[in-house]
């Protein structure tokens, strides 16, 4: 079983803070990670993709990897109430097709 | 379109009851996949076709469950029987294929199934 881990929370942090989350796989095969933010009700959003090693920065996220650890995360810079919401993790091996997904985490920014 | 559509959003079930859900992929997207998303938990994959080739088929639960593209663009999920533990979002994504794997799948907004 390929598994991808994540803390299921909830993670609080106040409005302005950093909100750093982090995912853990199995597959050592894996290729390429992304980031899925999904609202209560609604379907999973792409947040971030990253398929090399370090860090990748789009606006107030950074996508953080490293295969050697087997380890991903995503850091929210200026968290906002707006951020609240569930952050999936999902990854993908180079002999597959689907995507595998966390069971989520669960961001709340407070006011 | 501009994105995945699914139809319908919601559908109550009574258990033996025959279901069938639709997605309209992004178009020109090869790539379609069905997930399966229970209460609390992240998605988790059922099937994929390339255009309308069913290549990988082994998450599909048990086989009640079938899908088919026959044209290679909607795509249709056949639930039969249906069981209460049936009841969960349907998901559909498509994406269109990239070297090194690095397509990023688009997902639609679900279809919420609840079996009585």
């Known amino acids: 079983q390929k598994e991808v881990e994540q803390n299921s929370g909830p993670l609080s942090v106040p409005e302005g803070a950093i909100a750093s989350l982090n995912c853990t796989y199995s597959d050592r095969g894996s290729q390429s990670f992304f980031w899925y933010r999904q609202y209560s009700g609604k379907s999973p959003e792409l947040i971030m993709s990253i398929y090399s090693n370090g860090d990748k920065e789009d606006g107030r996220f950074t996508a953080q990897l490293n295969k050697a650890s087997q380890y991903v995360s995503l850091l929210i810079r200026d968290s906002q109430p707006s951020d609240s919401a569930t952050y999936l993790c999902a990854v993908k091996s180079n002999s597959g097709y689907a995507l595998n997904f966390g069971k989520g985490t669960s961001l709340l920014v407070t006011p | 379109g501009a994105g995945v559509s699914q139809s319908p959003r919601y559908k109550v079930a009574k258990r033996g009851q025959d279901v069938a859900l639709r997605c309209d992929p992004i178009s020109g997207h090869v790539s379609l996949f069905w997930y399966q998303q229970a209460l609390g938990q992240g998605p988790e994959f059922l099937t994929y076709?390339?255009?309308?080739?069913?290549?990988?088929k082994s998450g599909l639960p048990s086989d009640r469950f079938f899908a088919e593209r026959p044209e290679g663009s909607v795509s249709t999920l056949k639930i039969q029987r249906t069981q209460q533990e049936d009841s969960a979002v349907y998901l559909c994504a498509s994406s269109s294929p990239q070297r090194g794997g690095t397509d990023t799948q688009y997902f639609g907004p679900g279809t919420r199934l609840t079996v009585l």
């Open positions: 076709f390339q255009n309308e080739a069913q290549l990988d």
